[in-house]
């Protein structure tokens, strides 16, 4: 393919994405196929001549359509949203085009420094404290990863290295394994399972803490763990607060807990990843409160924020302490601005070593909206979520599980596990739209998020309806 067909065929693309998208309501929202439907449809081995554009394209909808889950539909309201918008598709675009890979400033300066002003507009917006934004000579500054569960992993290592450190400077003898099997993380029993996966890989101890009747995690309670572990001989270094818990968008009390890891000289780290979008529009901003106690904070843009996967948001008060975790420098990567002081080289704040240039999203959607149609998108999606709470409490069969503050309803059939199971298993089996479940305590409950950039109170209302519908049939069956 040279620059020519490229124009054609890109253009032709362009088209069958913006149909794609323009009708996607139209197509069942889940794949009706079994487990290995694919292999049968496609070559066993590669072809060893060049095939034609036109094929491939016409394979789309015979090989892979019928087997996508169309999570910009506007009847999805599975999982939380992964965000979707042409201005970010217009920048991947351009991402791929350039073709860096920016793990240092000089392997494409405007890569990193793009990203440096990218996340200090992004914290402007949410109204970080100061201590977070790289500015011109902050000793803070954000970093773009690659999910929530990066970020965890990034903060839980980069605490450990920390705590190890300073013991080891208290008291010179300990070796790293002496302390590592002491050391303790702690998270709410709703925090993501990514939380736990993250101690597995750290190799550090993880404890839940018991949450409260609102599914918060609150400050005595983690005080009780704590001087309990204390008493053992463990040491306490790392905690996780979760604002916007995944089964039930839950907040954890961050303006309680925090202090309680300042006065015990914890590291505490913020997992914020679907509701930080929120945190932009200035009646949610209060949610955030006590992030001033935090050493790191995270969120997805590609959930809620228009921004398309992948774009996690990371933040710490002290890169230095990233940089102490994660430096190495091989000579083929050092480069003659490395010690100047003015910049900064992201392999020191991640995993990989590779990374897009996926700040280009965010510097697209961030212009071609606005802060204010940003703030506007998500009071859309809240809206409708409390117009399909509302419809729920119309209906006195079901009932409501938590309070809804965001996008997410959690609500179920009165009566048995079972009856709610069979409601699900009906409501997906149909495939008008797409629900999964969460388990709150011993209750199985259905949730509702509003996800799609495209749905609106007509999809709420007809899926609501659709519901009934099938509740019906359940109730009529269990009486029969």
Not at 127 to 136: D, H
Not at 224 to 238: C, M, N, S, V, Y
Request: hydrophobic letters at 40%.
């Amino acid at each position: 393919m040279d620059a020519s067909e490229f124009r054609k065929r890109g253009k032709e693309m362009v088209d069958y994405v913006a149909d794609y998208l323009e009708s996607i309501e139209g197509r069942s929202v889940y794949p009706d196929v079994e487990p290995g439907y694919l292999r049968p449809l496609i070559p066993s081995a590669p072809p060893q001549e060049p095939e034609a554009f036109e094929d491939i394209l016409s394979d789309i909808e015979r090989v892979i359509m019928p087997g996508v889950t169309h999570w910009h539909s506007p009847y999805f309201f599975a999982y939380f949203p992964t965000a979707s918008s042409y201005p970010a598709m217009i920048a991947d675009m351009l991402c791929g085009a350039i073709g860096c890979i920016g793990f240092s400033w000089a392997a494409s300066p405007a890569c990193t420094e793009l990203e440096t002003v990218m996340m200090d507009w992004l914290g402007k917006m949410l109204q970080l404290p100061e201590e977070f934004l790289a500015g011109s000579s902050g000793e803070g500054g954000g970093v773009i990863q690659g999910s929530a569960s990066e970020a965890t992993l990034v903060a839980l290592l980069a605490a450990r290295t920390k705590v190890t450190q300073r013991l080891q400077a208290e008291s010179p003898g300990l070796t790293q394994a002496a302390i590592l099997e002491k050391l303790v993380a702690y998270a709410s029993d709703q925090a993501h399972s990514s939380v736990e996966r993250a101690g597995l890989i750290a190799g550090v101890k993880l404890k839940a803490i018991p949450s409260d009747g609102s599914f918060a995690m609150r400050a005595a309670a983690l005080q009780e763990a704590l001087d309990k572990d204390k008493a053992a001989g463990l040491i306490p270094f790392f905690v996780v607060v979760t604002l916007g818990t995944t089964s039930c968008c839950s907040f954890d009390n961050l303006s309680e807990v925090g202090p309680v890891c300042t006065q015990e000289g914890m590291w505490l780290h913020i997992d914020a990843a679907y509701a930080g979008s929120a945190f932009i529009c200035p009646e949610f901003r209060p949610l955030l409160n006590g992030v001033e106690f935090a050493d790191s904070f995270n969120f997805n843009p590609h959930k809620w924020l228009l921004v398309n996967f992948d774009c996690s948001a990371m933040w710490v008060k002290k890169r230095g302490d990233l940089t102490g975790a994660f430096k190495l420098d091989p000579v083929y990567l050092k480069h003659s601005h490395e010690d100047s002081g003015l910049i900064t080289d992201y392999r020191h704040w991640q995993i990989p070593l590779g990374r897009r240039f996926r700040s280009l999203k965010m510097w697209f959607v961030f212009r071609m909206y606005g802060v204010r149609g940003l703030q506007a998108y998500i009071r859309k999606h809240v809206q409708l979520a409390h117009e399909f709470e509302s419809l729920v409490h119309q209906d006195p069969r079901f009932e409501t599980c938590v309070e809804v503050t965001l996008g997410l309803v959690c609500f179920r059939l009165k009566g048995s596990n079972q009856l709610n199971e069979t409601l699900l298993q009906k409501i997906n089996s149909a495939r008008k739209i797409h629900l999964v479940p969460c388990r709150l305590r011993d209750k199985f409950v259905l949730r509702f998020a509003i996800c799609a950039r495209t749905v609106e109170s007509t999809h709420v209302q007809q899926a609501w309806e659709h519901i009934r519908e099938l509740a019906g049939e359940v109730l009529r069956a269990e009486k029969a």
